[in-house]
């Protein structure tokens, strides 16, 4: 009988250490589960937000280093008016008063980006929400764009036709500001991206003639915009589309 109850003692022992042992392994296995899904994108992340990049607001010095080693490769044919070497152009553009930028002709500018690639907004505000957005409407279209994805010269500039209109959004990371500029596409007027002036803002050109973003008579008309964050826009505004620029990795 004794023998029975030991026997029994054991079995009991040996069912509970395999239980144990059975409880470890699974607590194991889903550790070792959750290492290698941490591993992988995760799934609220589009297409276009796979890798971003950190970028900061540039120095005004390489701002315009930048600039110039993209206007040396995009001399656009246009003649304007008067011309003038880069390094006139350099010269005269830290020397120019108000007066003189209205006048100012420049033969080297860029168009800045005129093939803006757009995501779906409302996916992206998952894991973007915070980031400050220029967000406007027209004819029934709404777009943001992601101020910190136009710090670069060429992110700075964006323009985009839709239907008969041509959109430009100028911004400029040193002063917080922006212009979201409308015109016909017949019109066929060349808006580009001409440096910075002598405090640091960003410098127009519309064909060829130079304008401070401030300059309230530019020759192409405004339209009102929104600076706010991703997450806010879109609650107002659903299917948004959405202009990532810079922060998206090449």
């Given at each position: ?7 029994v ?59 110039q080693?993209l206007s ?25 008063t108000?007066?003189?930028l209205?006048?100012?002709y420049?033969?080297?500018?860029i168009?800045?980006?005129t093939?803006p ?10 894991t ?5 957005v ?7 279209a ?7 994805g136009?710090?670069?010269?060429f ?5 985009f ?9 100028a ?8 212009r979201v500029l409308v ?17 640091g ?8 003639k130079?304008?401070?973003?401030e ?18 826009w879109?609650?107002?505004h659903?299917?948004?589309?959405l ?8």
């Amino acid at each position: 009988m004794n023998r029975s109850k030991h026997l029994v003692l054991e079995f009991a022992l040996e069912i509970i250490a395999a239980s144990f042992r059975l409880v470890f392994w699974i607590i194991g296995s889903v550790f070792v589960i959750i290492f290698f899904l941490s591993l992988l994108p995760s799934s609220d992340q589009t297409a276009g937000e796979t890798e971003l990049s950190d970028l900061r607001p540039m120095e005004q010095e390489d701002f315009l280093r930048d600039f110039q080693g993209l206007s040396q490769d995009s001399v656009e044919t246009r003649t304007p008016a008067r011309t003038m070497s880069a390094d006139e152009i350099f010269k005269n553009l830290s020397q120019a008063t108000e007066e003189q930028l209205r006048n100012l002709y420049v033969e080297h500018w860029i168009h800045g980006d005129t093939q803006p690639q757009f995501v779906a907004a409302d996916d992206a505000k998952r894991t973007l929400g915070s980031k400050q957005v220029i967000g406007f409407e027209l004819d029934g279209a709404k777009y943001a764009f992601a101020t910190s994805g136009m710090l670069r010269p060429f992110n700075s500039l964006v323009t985009f036709e839709q239907g008969k209109n041509k959109i430009t959004v100028a911004y400029s990371c040193h002063f917080d500001q922006a212009r979201v500029l409308v015109s016909e596409s017949s019109e066929q007027l060349q808006v580009g991206l001409a440096g910075l002036s002598d405090v640091g803002n960003v410098l127009l050109t519309v064909d060829g003639k130079c304008f401070d973003l401030e300059e309230k008579s530019l020759p192409i008309p405004d339209i009102n915009f929104t600076k706010t964050t991703l997450e806010k826009w879109c609650l107002i505004h659903p299917n948004t589309r959405l202009y990532l620029g810079g922060l998206v990795s090449s």
